[in-house]
Structures are given as C-alpha cells and as structure tokens.
C-alpha cells in the first residue's frame, strides 16, 4: 500500500502499525499492470482484448502469471471475484487457510495452541480449530485495505445477510466444541500476505466480527515463501524474508 495521498483512508494509527511491524519502506513489488509484484509488465491494447476475449482472465505473457484482472469481467460471466494478487476470492482464501495451517503445525501460532482440526469444506462456517479457538481465517493481500471482512455484504450476495452469517459461526463453533468434548471460543484469525517478501502476520480477535487490523492482536509473523504462488514466475532469484532487494537485484 502506497504510503501518499491516494490511500488517505488508512489513517495515522495503521501508518505507526507498518511502521513497527514491517518498516517505513517495506517493499512490495515493480510497478506494471500484471499483479505479479515480480513482474513490471505494462499491458498494451491487444492485452487489453485478450482480456476482454477471457472475461477477466489472462495470462501475462512476460511472467507466465494466470490471473483475474480488476474490471476484467464487468458483466461477471465468470463468477469469480478478483483480488489484487490476480487471484480470485475463494483461492486467496484458500491459500491464507494453507499458510496458517503451516505456521500452526510449525509452532509459529502456539499463543493459539495446536492445531487440533481444519474444515475439509471450504464454506464451513468455522475454518479450523486451533487449542480451545474455533478459528474464523481471513486472508488480506499486504496493499489492501487493513480490514478483515468477516461476512458477506447482502449487496454481493442476496440471500445472505451480515447477522446471519455470524449467527451460523457461532452455532457451528458450538457443535465443534460438544464433538471435541469442552466448549471452544470464538476468533478471527487474519492472515497478511506480502508476496514480494513472503512475509506473512497474523493477527487475531477474539469474536466474529469485522475487523480493522489495528483493531486485533499481532500474533506472529511466519515466513511463506514456500507456500508463495509467484515463487515460479520469477524471472530471478526469490528474496530470503527480511530482505528488500532493489528490483535491479531481483532481476540480475
Ligand atoms: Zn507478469
């Protein structure tokens, strides 16, 4: 996220958060039109048709990166809503899901306790179950708004509402706890993915509701660069976590 006036929003509070967590210049990426932050590509008028031709979807021709491109699919003919990694929603959820599951079986999340049980269905109301939390996960890309959204606006989807979302979490996290035999609490776990560093942090609140990333608990930041999906449309070597190499370097 881009520290300068087009991000107004954000506020001083979330600038002093970046600040102690990830520096004043943490990196993000090259600039260009692809969503790869390992990428620089800038798309001319015939991608501009491919992606018209794909509903959204394309395939950057520099860095081989499949994505969904932002208003790609104005009349949504796929279905799918696209986030700034290039991915859609419900696989950017996915992956956040993937990482915390990593950083708990690595002991990285242990303030939450083990790893005791995850969701094999990805609409299942309660995710996973780390200790005695019955765990709701919210992944966030780092240059996006600092919100953790926990249900469903009735706008992008009809028939679902805010209250009846949270009220279906917290009857499921009470039917995990009668299964696993004590009564668990309830948590949002969010998940901040840093493509560029493959950094990611984790913060948590202890309710189901949505979230500024101020508003939660820093729990740990865990390195993902295994977990990274851009680790093989680099045109270059990966950064170790921690480094920010000028984009001269990642290139060679
Ligand atoms: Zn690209």
Known sequence: MLRNA??????????????NLWGADETHGLYGDCANPYCDYNMDEDDWRDVQMGEGRWQCPNCRWDQLVPDGDPYGMLGLKPTRSGLDT????????EVAQAAARDGALSPLGPLRWV??????????????NALEVKTLHSESFPRFKIAPSSVNRP????????AAKVQRARELGEALGHPLVEGLLGVRLNFYT?????FYAPEYR?????????????DFSKQN???DHVPGELPQQGET?????VFG
């Open 229 to 231: 999906p851009f680790r």
């Open 90 to 97: 419900a696989s950017m959820g996915s992956l956040g899901e």
């Open 119 to 132: 969701s094999p269905d990805y609409n299942d109301p309660i995710d996973m179950v780390m200790g005695n």
């Open 6 to 19: 087009e991000n107004p929003r954000v506020g001083p509070k979330y600038w002093q958060m970046a600040d």
């Open 210 to 222: 949505d979230r500024m990333m101020t508003a939660m608990e820093h729990l740990a930041d865990y």
């Open 198 to 202: 493959g950094r990611a942090d984790f």
């Open 159 to 166: 028939g679902k509402n805010r209250a009846g979302t949270i």
């Open 245 to 249: 190499p000028d984009p001269e370097e």
